[in-house]
C-alpha cells in the first residue's frame, strides 16, 4: 500500500498541492518528478526557482515506510 501525502510548491505567489505517493528530484537536470497513485508522473522544469513545503502527512508516510522497511516501530515526535 502506498502512502499519499500533499506535495505543495510555489514558484513565484501562488502554492500549488498535488496528492502524492512519492517524489524525486532530479539535479541533473533540474527537475521535480512527482509519482500519483495512478501510475502517473508529472514533471516540474526548473525545480530550483521554486520553494517545497511538505506537512505532517509527508513525515507521517516516511515513518509506515520506514517501519515497514524495518519491521520494528519508530518513536518520533510529530
Known sequence: ???RYKFYFRRKFFWK????I?????ATVDKMLLFFEDGGVQEI???KDCEVKLKQDWVLAQKKSLEA????PLNMVV
Open 45 to 47: 522544469k526548473n525545480f
Open 69 to 72: 522497511q524495518t519491521g520494528q
Open 1 to 3: 500500500m502506498n502512502m
Open 17 to 20: 498541492s498535488f496528492v502524492v
Open 22 to 26: 512519492g517524489h524525486k528530484y532530479e
